[in-house]
C-alpha cells in the first residue's frame, strides 16, 4: 500500500525580484534534494536553462515568469497579481522546501500592497467622521447644509479611492532583468545585451 500524493501550493502577493533573488530560489529548490535536478525558466516566449539568461532577452522587466522543477515537480509561477508556489507532493521535504521559498519571496513582496492598508483605514474614519457631521448640521442647522456636507463628503470619498487605486497599479508583480547592486532604478537600460548571447536560447 503506498499512500497517495497531495498537490501542496501556497498564494503570495505580487513581488519584486532581481536576478540574483531568482537564482537564490532555484539554489534554495537544488540544496533541498541530493541528487541533481533540473530547473528551467519559462517567460512568454522563451524556455531558459539559466537565470543568467534573463539578461539576454532585451526587456528591463517582465510580469510573468514560471521557475519549475521537473522531478520532484515544484513550480514558482509570477503572474502581475499574485505568486504562487505548487507541487504535486505534500511530502516533509517538499513542504519545507516551499516554506523555504514563500519566506524568501515573502520578503521581496511589493511595499505598495501595504500602502493601500494604510488608504483604506483613514478612508473609513474619514467617512465615518462625515456622516456624524452631517447628522449634527442635518438636526441644527437644517436641510441645505446637510446637503453641502454630504456632497463634500462623497467628493472625499473619490478622491480616497483614486488614491487608492494608484497605489494599486503599483502592485504587480515584477521581474527585473539585472542584478539589485548593477541598477537599482528599474527605468534605466539594462546593460550587456547583445545578438550573440541570445543565441543560447531556445524559443517554444
Not at 24 to 50: S, Y
Not at 156 to 176: D, E, G, N, Q
Not at 195 to 203: P, Q, T
Request: aromatic share 8%; with cysteine; net charge positive.
Amino acid at each position: 500500500m503506498r499512500r497517495r500524493p497531495k498537490p501542496h501550493s501556497v498564494s503570495l502577493p505580487p513581488v519584486r525580484l532581481y536576478l540574483e533573488d531568482i537564482e537564490e530560489a532555484i539554489g534554495i529548490i537544488r540544496d533541498a534534494f541530493e541528487h541533481p535536478v533540473t530547473i528551467t525558466i519559462t517567460t512568454e516566449d522563451f524556455i531558459l536553462d539559466r537565470a543568467t539568461e534573463l539578461e539576454n532577452l532585451g526587456k528591463k522587466a517582465l510580469n510573468r515568469l514560471v521557475v519549475e522543477c521537473e522531478e520532484p515537480h515544484i513550480r514558482l509561477s509570477f503572474e502581475p497579481d499574485k505568486a504562487e508556489i505548487i507541487s504535486e507532493d505534500d511530502t516533509p521535504l517538499i513542504i519545507g522546501t516551499i516554506a523555504k521559498l514563500e519566506h524568501h519571496l515573502l520578503r521581496r513582496k511589493r511595499i505598495a500592497r501595504n500602502s493601500v492598508k494604510n488608504v483604506l483605514p483613514l478612508s473609513s474614519l474619514l467617512v465615518s467622521y462625515g456622516l456624524l457631521m452631517v447628522l449634527i448640521v442635518y438636526l441644527s442647522d437644517g436641510l441645505y447644509s446637510a446637503v453641502a456636507l454630504t456632497a463634500a463628503g462623497f467628493a472625499l470619498c473619490v478622491f480616497l479611492f483614486a488614491v487608492s487605486a494608484r497605489f494599486s497599479r503599483y502592485t504587480y508583480s515584477t521581474i527585473i532583468l539585472r542584478s539589485r547592486h548593477e541598477q537599482q532604478s528599474f527605468w534605466t537600460t539594462p546593460r550587456g545585451i547583445s545578438g550573440s548571447k541570445r543565441s543560447g536560447i531556445r524559443i517554444r
